[in-house]
């Protein structure tokens, strides 16, 4: 074989005379990167000995044996490798659409789930920030305080149930903490069987069991309380069992389409689902088996439900904690780091420069609870702000203005996380005092639990059947999950969904009310 070289030592690629070399062209016009600048610095022993045996890849301009992750090489494992940066054509496509290359992107750690991530660090509610003021050291026993409420937040679930726990178990070891509670700001997957995947409004790629199924079955055990909101990829029929919320397995709590919880003497009101013009003002009309556009549909917010959770929650005079909502409020990035969220995420300048990023449900909630803390999801990002008590979001549009908040003398710490994969900010860990201790923990022996909030109910009972019911103490939710469908279907079953089916929490809760039917709240 005769390879010509030019005077400075580098290949000259018109005088390669072998055709194996030749279908490995390393003058294509696809590349973004200069030849010479790579055949200068790779040496040229290694260049030569791969030019002998065929094994160039044309897209690295590397050998494939020094190929590294973001130049065209399929990585083994998510869970090994973080969010690397895909290969040629999704460079290009990136290109195209403004994105960045995360992997370029500084990481997030454990430790990064037990920082402070406002960027005014008043308040101290961080486990990192309650360590440290326990003593210098960074050490503390398992709380600062006995009525406190160790919460764990998680982004986008996606499915990774076991992986978010174990993220979990390890940022709480660093802090030396024990967690109360998981809150799970949507796209959690409750799906038990391939019945489940089918009412999933995600393309067939995205159709994956995951391991929900192996909670459900009752062969794992959720480690921690988990309660969560639902997003817009949900195994909707699932869902639909459970309106006004229940058990979805033990120890995993869903909150229905809106609903408010006790636990530990804090006050959680949760949002179900996003934001679509063409849907809000609706009401839930989706009928099973789910046509095409009901399997997106199902997933979105009602004003009907965002005014019962507001009515609820100002008709009692305990303050709201915790506001849970998949959508961000809009015009949230105004007031948080926007250079480094615009890093992260560039195709978001024109909607943030249009004001028009985040939901206006959202917003309306924010405005009018004005809770301590609320979170969120669904743009895959984390990203932490704080809204000073003066200022009102503006859930109408950028001309118009929004209403008047309810005056509750405090700002509200926003934070919104990414999806749960290695590398990203999908979790987060607080130490939250409670408002009110008359249902706060008095023995921290004795397990917290979970309780309806009396003003909801009394709403639920009002638009259900017209009726008020006097409820005046939170009410212990019983521990009554029963399984309504197989954790896992035999594959000659077929891929469609399940038939609504009539879940006996729905039936407690309608009898707890005093009403007939509970499928559409």
């Known amino acids: 074989m005769k390879i010509n070289l030019r005077g400075d030592g580098s290949l000259n690629p018109s005088r390669i005379l072998t055709s194996q070399v030749q279908r490995f062209r390393l003058w294509s016009n696809s590349l973004t990167i200069s030849r010479s600048r790579v055949l200068r610095a790779a040496p040229l022993a290694l260049i030569l000995m791969h030019a002998l045996t065929g094994r160039l890849n044309r897209r690295s301009l590397l050998p494939t044996a020094v190929c590294t992750p973001g130049f065209g090489v399929k990585v083994d494992s998510r869970w090994a490798s973080g969010d690397g940066g895909g290969g040629y054509k999704t460079r290009r496509k990136r290109a195209r659409l403004g994105t960045r290359d995360n992997s370029r992107l500084p990481k997030f750690g454990a430790e990064d789930a037990i920082r402070d991530p406002w960027i005014s660090n008043s308040g101290g509610n961080s486990i990192d920030s309650s360590l440290k003021n326990a003593n210098g050291k960074g050490k503390a026993s398992k709380k600062t305080n006995k009525t406190d409420v160790v919460v764990a937040v998680l982004g986008c679930l996606h499915g990774e149930l076991t992986q978010a726990y174990k993220a979990i178990r390890t940022a709480s070891k660093m802090a030396n903490v024990s967690v109360d509670l998981v809150l799970v700001t949507g796209d959690f997957q409750a799906v038990r069987n391939s019945a489940d995947l089918a009412s999933m409004s995600v393309p067939q790629k995205y159709r994956h069991l995951r391991d929900f199924h192996l909670y459900h079955s009752g062969r794992k055990k959720a480690p921690y309380l988990t309660v969560y909101i639902g997003g817009n990829h949900e195994a909707s029929n699932y869902h639909a069992e459970l309106p006004a919320g ?91 780091d926007i250079k480094d969220l615009l890093k992260r995420k560039p195709y978001f300048k024109a909607e943030v420069r249009n004001g028009v990023l985040g939901s206006p449900a959202a917003a309306r909630l924010l405005n009018a609870l004005r809770p301590r803390f609320h979170f969120s999801s669904h743009l895959h990002v984390k990203f932490a702000a704080e809204i000073p008590e003066s200022v009102c979001l503006n859930h109408t549009n950028k001309t118009t203005g929004g209403e008047s908040p309810v005056k509750r003398g405090r700002s509200t710490k926003f934070l ?37 909030d009396p003003a909801f109910l009394q709403t639920l009972s009002n638009f259900y059947n017209g009726k008020d019911t006097k409820l005046v103490h939170p009410i212990i939710i019983p521990q009554n999950f029963e399984a309504t469908a197989p954790s896992s279907l035999p594959d000659g079953m077929g891929p469609s969904p399940l038939p609504e089916r009539t879940n006996p929490q729905a039936l407690a809760m309608a009898n707890l009310l005093g009403a007939e039917d509970m499928r559409y709240s």
């Not at 839930?284 to 399997?295: G, I, W």
């Open 246 to 336: 229940g058990w979805v397995a033990p120890n995993i709590y869903y909150m229905g389409h809106c609903g408010i919880l006790r636990f530990g003497g804090l006050r959680i009101v949760g949002s179900s689902g996003i934001f679509n013009y063409h849907h809000y003002e609706s009401n839930r009309m989706e009928e099973f088996p789910l046509k095409s556009n009901h399997l997106r549909s199902i997933y979105h917010v009602r004003e009907s439900e965002i005014e019962r959770l507001i009515q609820a929650a100002n008709a009692d005079s305990n303050e709201v904690d915790i506001l849970l909502t998949h959508d961000w409020p809009r015009g949230v990035a105004e007031y948080g």
């Open 416 to 452: 919104a996380l990414d999806k749960v994969l290695p590398g990203r900010g999908f979790l987060q860990l607080l130490s939250i005092e409670p408002n009110k201790t008359k249902n706060a923990r008095t023995n921290t022996s004795t397990p917290l639990q979970l309780h309806y």
